[in-house]
């Protein structure tokens, strides 16, 4: 299991190959039908998944999006418990119950995600008000997309956080689609960044294929807030590799615009950083995937081997 | 000791605010008592720090309460009106009343919302409904419905003491009315409902400010020789269908009064439930009293005819006494 709050660049690079590995045979098991539902996958965007929660204290809470299996990863989540869950199995998380949409995985500290656009946001800012009575100084880390950026939990909530100096640190993952349809199509600000400003919080955008201009500027950001100087925004530019779930065509696109991203691969930058400074060896590079394509196909074995939810667990956990 | 509604609330939160330091209240003027006075004098007490005051902002709020409970407060959430819990359904009906669930019970949210509802003061369609029956549809919620003050008190203190989101809906008519409550810990079990008046002839479930007009149409009944019984279910969800199934076994017959409009409210479901486990038992068909179908109106004359009255339950036991 990935442990938070490292910052050896080597370490980073595992977890987003175990990221990638993950999703790339979630993708190869929903084509099999071994895992249905919806199914959104982060692929292209595991630099800021991992960037941001590596700044992060173990005991910091994260709450995620719907396309969130990066972001619970990152934090720590086990990836045979994590694809039990996808795959629908009385052993995942949630007891099969929640799926890839409603990961909890509360003992690493990532709280929940959600299948309501920006549902989290408002979430967030309750667990960094219960942060800042507990005076612990831990602080909450949210997830959401651009397209999160035009409802009105999102500006009552910078409004909020703004407000009562809250200790959460809003992370827009802003890939420039919501959904099937460009941010241009839907706002006319280009920098989520902005409202963010608008509120009083400090806010910056960075390139989030870029682990490690995502590393610095979380970095920076959990340490302002921990000091107990309020939220902070970070805007991360990337884009998903996929479809907005699997089974999108993804037509909307151009095709050229794919391949301008898959340059941009973070993953690959990653290395390609390293490799300049000499610190990872072609060796090295080689075992770093396998390790994790390994590890994934363990986690699929225990996930498909598992059994299903017994039949009473329907109507079970409705009330606690 | 004699109490109105109104305190018994405020005596309830305080005691559990008293007892229990992770108890926050968040809500739009909370701090300033609100705008009857229900939580006044409770920020001197325990500091804005944990009477927290909001802006409108309903469902971001309720969404900063489910945070707060998933992190370890116990949080109490006031929407001012019940009309306006429409701005925070989102996070109420797919977070606090889902996440328990979806989590594999890894997560519990030990959320109250209050929340007042119903018709006093024409003050129209915004600020009158009775929207209990969307609430008790959920799965995952719990939804409270105090009919006096001692259970006002009760209810509310058992409410903040469940892991699970609780809607407490008070009526506002019912804030000024007075009622005995019983001294030291009064806690009133969420899903147990109460015989108010005992009678063989019929039976009537009251919801709410409906159980004094229920309760004034009995005396008049008596009168005449048709003893009703009366039960508030205080709980819609869950709801005590066992009391209400065993009196109508014993009258059988059956009247259910809300001030929510009939279709699709809360006695349907009663209806549908008594059915099931006492058809046999009925001597008549099953009668409602409930609102017209129409929103709320503003004016004074209008909303009386919207209401159901003492005259209209009388006219319904009638109707199914003499229909047997």
Not at chain 1, 31 to 51: C, F, P, T, Y
Not at chain 2, 65 to 72: E, Q
Not at chain 2, 255 to 284: C, K, T
Request: charge should be neutral; glycine fraction near 10%.
């Amino acid at each position: 299991m990935a442990k938070t709050n490292s910052l050896d660049p080597i370490e980073l690079l595992r977890r987003m190959w175990l990221i990638r590995a993950f999703e790339e045979k979630a993708s190869a098991l929903y084509a099999e039908r071994q895992i249905v539902g919806l199914l959104h996958l982060g692929i292209g965007q595991e630099a800021v998944a991992v960037g941001a929660c590596c700044a992060l204290r173990a005991d910091d809470l994260v709450y995620g999006g719907h396309r969130s299996h990066g972001h619970a990863i990152a934090k720590g989540a086990d990836v045979n418990r994590l694809m039990a869950e996808l795959a629908g199995r009385a052993t995942g998380y949630c007891g099969g119950k929640g799926g890839s949409m409603h990961i909890v995985a509360k003992e690493t500290g990532f709280i929940t995600a959600t299948g309501v656009v920006g549902g989290t946001i408002p979430l967030a800012l309750g667990a960094a008000f219960a942060a800042k009575e507990k005076k612990q100084n831990q602080v909450v880390m949210v997830f959401f997309g651009d397209g999160a950026g035009q409802a009105g939990p999102f500006h009552e909530s910078l409004n909020i956080a703004s407000l009562w100096q809250l200790p959460v640190i809003f992370i827009c993952e802003n890939n420039g689609y919501a959904e099937f349809t460009p941010l241009s199509a839907h706002t006319k600000i280009k920098r989520l960044a902005r409202h963010a400003k608008t509120y009083g919080i400090p806010a910056g955008t960075v390139d989030g294929n870029d682990l490690f201009a995502v590393r610095d500027a979380v970095e920076k950001a959990v340490k302002k807030c921990r000091d107990g100087k309020g939220p902070v925004f970070v805007e991360c530019l990337t884009h998903r590799m996929r479809g907005h779930y699997e089974g999108d065509p993804a037509k909307y696109r151009e095709l050229a615009q794919l391949s301008e991203w898959k340059k941009k691969d973070p993953i690959a930058r990653v290395v390609r950083a390293l490799k300049s400074k000499k610190a990872i060896t072609d060796k090295m590079i080689e075992a770093t995937e396998r390790e994790a394509r390994d590890r994934i196909e363990k986690a699929a074995e225990f996930a498909l081997s598992s059994p299903w939810p017994a039949a009473g667990e329907v109507a079970s956990q409705v009330t606690a | 000791m004699e109490q109105t509604y109104l305190d018994a609330i405020r005596a309830g939160l305080r005691e559990e605010m008293r007892r229990d330091s992770s108890v926050y209240v968040f809500g739009e003027d909370v701090a300033l008592g609100g705008p009857f006075g229900v939580t006044k004098g409770l920020a001197e007490e325990f500091g804005q720090n944990r009477m927290v005051n909001t802006p409108i902002s309903e469902g971001t709020v309720m969404g900063l309460a489910i945070g707060a409970a998933t992190a370890g407060l116990r949080p109490v959430v006031e929407i001012m009106f019940i009309d306006f819990i429409t701005l925070a359904m989102d996070q109420l009906v797919n977070h606090a009343a889902k996440l328990h669930y979806m989590s594999g019970g890894q997560l519990k949210i030990p959320l109250t919302v209050r929340v007042q509802c119903g018709i006093s003061g024409a003050m129209g369609a915004h600020h009158s409904q009775s929207l209990e029956a969307w609430l008790a549809h959920v799965p995952g919620l719990k939804v409270v419905m105090p009919a006096n003050a001692a259970d006002a008190k009760g209810l509310l203190k058992a409410a903040i003491r469940d892991d699970n989101p609780v809607v407490f809906i008070e009526h506002r008519g019912l804030y000024w009315s007075k009622g005995e409550v019983p001294g030291g810990e009064h806690i009133v079990s969420l899903g147990t409902a109460a015989v108010a008046r005992s009678g063989d002839s019929v039976t009537i479930v009251a919801l709410a400010n409906m159980l004094a007009l229920a309760l004034e149409a009995a005396e008049d009944l008596a009168a005449e020789g048709i003893f009703a019984e009366v039960i508030d279910p205080r709980t819609i969800s869950p709801l005590d269908i066992e009391t209400i199934a065993t009196s109508v076994k014993k009258t059988g017959r059956l009247v259910v009064v809300h001030e929510a409009v009939e279709q699709g409210g809360i006695g349907a479901e009663i209806v549908a439930r008594v059915q099931q486990q006492a058809f046999f038992y009925l001597d008549s068909p099953i009668v409602r009293v409930a609102a017209a179908f129409a929103p709320v109106p503003a004016g004074r004359t209008l909303e009386q005819q919207f209401l159901p009255s003492k005259t209209r339950i009388i006219e319904a036991v009638r109707q199914a006494i003499a229909s047997c």
